[in-house]
Nanobody, 116 residues
Framework: QVQLVESGGGLVQPGGSLRLSCAVS????????MGWYRQAPGKQRELVAT???????NYGDSVKGRFIISRENALNTVYLQMNSLKPEDTAVYYC??????????WGQGTQVTVSS
């Protein structure tokens, strides 16, 4: 069974930075797209950023210019570098991976809290 293991969440002050990681294991099919989504209390899950195997990235409007997504294909790992964090970035961040059959897998989520 495919597993996604996230790490790197925590508490940070406004203006600070955090780096999230997500590693996909036990996938026998090629992972095509990887990405991050987030869900704040009382809100719908929203796109943060995605990246294809070829390196093409896409960002949600609220994080453009502050967050950077990257990946290591050989490790089936995706990263999210979050800079200039704001209180409104507080949410549970979920990793998502899509394989060549267009099946989606989700991580368990990691909490990011931006507060002074």
């Amino acid at each position: 069974q495919v597993q996604l293991v996230e790490s790197g969440g925590g508490l940070v002050q406004p203006g600070g930075s955090l780096r999230l990681s997500c590693a996909v294991s036990r996938s026998i099919f090629t992972i095509v797209t990887m990405g991050w989504y987030r869900q704040a209390p009382g809100k719908q899950r929203e796109l943060v950023a995605t990246i294809t195997r070829g390196g093409s990235s896409n960002y949600g409007d609220s994080v453009k210019g502050r967050f950077i997504i990257s990946r290591e294909n050989a490790l089936n790992t995706v990263y999210l570098q979050m800079n200039s964090l704001k209180p409104e970035d507080t949410a549970v961040y979920y990793c998502r991976a899509s394989d060549i059959r267009s099946l989606d897998y989700w991580g368990q989520g990691t909490q990011v809290t931006v507060s002074s």
